[in-house]
């Protein structure tokens, strides 16, 4: 069963990615004195199923299904009719807002888990996107129909920019706890140059017990200094090193075994009064010798793994946190954006079809050539509109495509995502 669930997972993730890109519509004919019922609008969605245009392919919506907006004596409540006009507006812009919120997390989750699932927690149930949109009706516990579409509006943008606002403060806190990990992070430099010594220099390559032999020596007037020496120029540091400046101890210079790089270069440690230092860093460039700024500490190493360890963990927590943040905030967030678009389906149709509110709406994803399938709206929802389609069938001035039916579109995911 284990192997199944990961086999579903698996499916079910294939499935999502197969359809980013893929456009989905919403179309809604006005219905005729006496056409109200239910039957009629089965009867009515029953002819879209018969074109194949309509029909969508096997990752995404195969076939017309019924988009529940509440109607007739269930129908939404707006006012007058000056709000309609305004509402018209205000939802268009409201859907434009939500359709960029609920991408940027769709992006920020995939960008967390190439393999996210995208689950819908609606009405006590979790769903499949598509199975949530097949079987898609109105939430009345989040939107009660006794209220106001202006007040429900409010609502879901006040929820929305709620959920936007936490998921953005969410994200700053991870990226800081990446950005503290990855200022923390052992260097991967391949030489010695660019590496942070104190990962070079750790406790069990260093001798440090309290006496005169130690690698550092570090007292009121001396310092140690470790120089990186190039391949091949061992000798001539080795000839050099002592005469460099005056107050260099001799025979202090002492090579780090088993600490070179892929260049060859190796790691020296020379003992100086701390007078000497500046002098003994300027004649080691003219010769091509790099001293590096460092002064050993056990205590200052163990305190840099522990503050490693804590910030490692911090993101691990974080990570967790807004993972389970982003799937919660996508699944609500795309349950607002559906019940806004429902909410202009259910203005727009009333302003086309005029009162009392009755209409017929469906959601498709048709996956071959839009002009065909548009063509198969027109004649079926055409005909049901009857002399409206002669007047509206016709493009609309300006460049927006107009139908004999309410029409609006989508797309649910827009981030191509790893295939494995």
């Given at each position: 069963?284990?192997?199944?669930?990961?086999?579903?997972?698996?499916?079910?993730?294939?499935?999502?990615?197969?359809?980013?890109?893929?456009?989905?519509?919403?179309?809604?004919?006005?219905?005729?004195?006496?056409?109200?019922?239910?039957?009629?609008?089965?009867?009515?969605?029953?002819?879209?199923?018969?074109?194949?245009?309509?029909?969508?392919?096997?990752?995404?919506?195969?076939?017309?299904?019924?988009?529940?907006?509440?109607?007739?004596?269930?129908?939404?409540?707006?006012?007058?009719?000056?709000?309609?006009?305004?509402?018209?507006?205000?939802?268009?812009?409201?859907?434009?807002?939500?359709?960029?919120?609920?991408?940027?997390?769709e992006?920020?989750?995939?960008?967390?888990?190439?393999?996210?699932?995208?689950?819908?927690?609606?009405?006590?149930?979790?769903?499949?996107?598509?199975d949530?949109?097949?079987?898609?009706?109105?939430?009345?516990?989040?939107?009660?129909k006794?209220?106001?579409?202006p007040?429900?509006?409010?609502?879901?943008?006040s929820?929305?920019?709620?959920?936007d606002?936490?998921?953005?403060?969410?994200?700053?806190?991870?990226?800081?706890?990446?950005?503290?990990?990855?200022?923390?992070?052992?260097?991967d430099?391949?030489?010695?140059a660019?590496?942070?010594?104190?990962?070079?220099?750790?406790?069990d390559?260093?001798?440090?017990?309290?006496?005169?032999?130690?690698?550092?020596?570090?007292?009121?007037?001396?310092?140690?200094?470790?120089?990186?020496?190039?391949?091949g120029?061992?000798?001539?540091?080795?000839?050099?090193?002592?005469?460099?400046?005056?107050?260099?101890?001799?025979m202090?210079?002492?090579?780090?075994?088993?600490?070179?790089?892929?260049?060859?270069?190796?790691?020296?440690?020379?003992?100086?009064?701390?007078?000497?230092?500046?002098?003994?860093?300027?004649?080691?460039?003219?010769?091509?010798?790099?001293?590096?700024?460092f002064?050993?500490?056990?205590?200052g190493?163990?305190k840099?793994?522990?503050?490693?360890?804590?910030?490692?963990?911090?993101?691990?927590?974080q990570?967790?946190?807004?993972?389970?943040?982003?799937?919660?905030?996508?699944?609500?967030?795309?349950?607002?954006?559906?019940?806004?678009?429902?909410?202009?389906?259910?203005?727009?149709?009333?302003?086309?079809?005029?009162?009392?509110?009755?209409?017929?709406?469906f959601?498709?994803?048709?996956?071959?050539?839009?002009?065909?399938a548009?063509?198969?709206?027109?004649?079926?929802?055409?005909?049901?509109?009857?002399?409206?389609?002669a007047?509206?069938?016709?493009?609309?001035?300006?460049?927006?495509?107009?139908?004999?039916y309410?029409?609006l579109?989508f797309?649910?995911f827009?981030?191509?995502?790893?295939?494995?």
């Amino acid at each position: 069963w284990v192997q199944g669930l990961v086999n579903g997972r698996h499916q079910l993730c294939q499935g999502q990615m197969s359809i980013v890109g893929q456009e989905f519509w919403i179309a809604a004919i006005g219905c005729a004195k006496g056409q109200e019922s239910g039957d009629k609008k089965d009867a009515l969605l029953a002819q879209l199923k018969k074109f194949p245009t309509l029909r969508g392919s096997t990752a995404s919506l195969q076939e017309p299904y019924k988009f529940e907006v509440p109607d007739g004596d269930r129908s939404l409540l707006f006012g007058s009719f000056d709000n309609l006009i305004r509402l018209t507006d205000d939802l268009a812009k409201a859907d434009s807002q939500v359709d960029s919120i609920l991408h940027r997390l769709e992006r920020q989750y995939v960008e967390l888990d190439p393999k996210a699932r995208f689950v819908v927690k609606s009405q006590r149930k979790d769903l499949p996107v598509l199975d949530y949109l097949g079987n898609w009706s109105w939430d009345e516990a989040k939107y009660p129909k006794s209220r106001s579409i202006p007040d429900m509006l409010t609502y879901a943008m006040s929820t929305v920019n709620h959920i936007d606002e936490e998921a953005r403060n969410k994200t700053a806190q991870f990226n800081d706890f990446k950005t503290q990990m990855s200022s923390l992070a052992k260097k991967d430099a391949t030489n010695l140059a660019g590496r942070d010594l104190i990962d070079v220099l750790t406790p069990d390559r260093v001798k440090a017990d309290g006496g005169a032999d130690d690698d550092f020596i570090s007292t009121e007037h001396l310092i140690t200094i470790p120089v990186i020496v190039p391949r091949g120029g061992e000798e001539d540091f080795l000839k050099t090193y002592h005469t460099m400046q005056e107050n260099i101890v001799p025979m202090s210079a002492r090579q780090f075994k088993g600490v070179d790089d892929k260049d060859g270069n190796t790691l020296w440690r020379v003992v100086m009064f701390r007078s000497a230092v500046e002098g003994f860093k300027k004649s080691c460039r003219e010769k091509r010798f790099a001293v590096r700024d460092f002064e050993y500490s056990k205590d200052g190493y163990v305190k840099l793994e522990q503050q490693r360890k804590n910030v490692e963990e911090s993101v691990k927590r974080q990570r967790d946190l807004v993972y389970g943040l982003y799937q919660a905030a996508w699944s609500d967030v795309f349950v607002a954006w559906m019940h806004i678009k429902a909410m202009r389906v259910f203005v727009e149709s009333v302003l086309r079809f005029g009162m009392p509110p009755s209409f017929a709406s469906f959601i498709m994803s048709p996956k071959g050539d839009s002009t065909l399938a548009r063509k198969a709206l027109a004649d079926t929802l055409g005909k049901q509109a009857g002399a409206i389609s002669a007047t509206m069938s016709e493009t609309a001035d300006g460049d927006d495509e107009f139908f004999p039916y309410v029409s609006l579109s989508f797309t649910l995911f827009t981030v191509n995502r790893e295939s494995k």
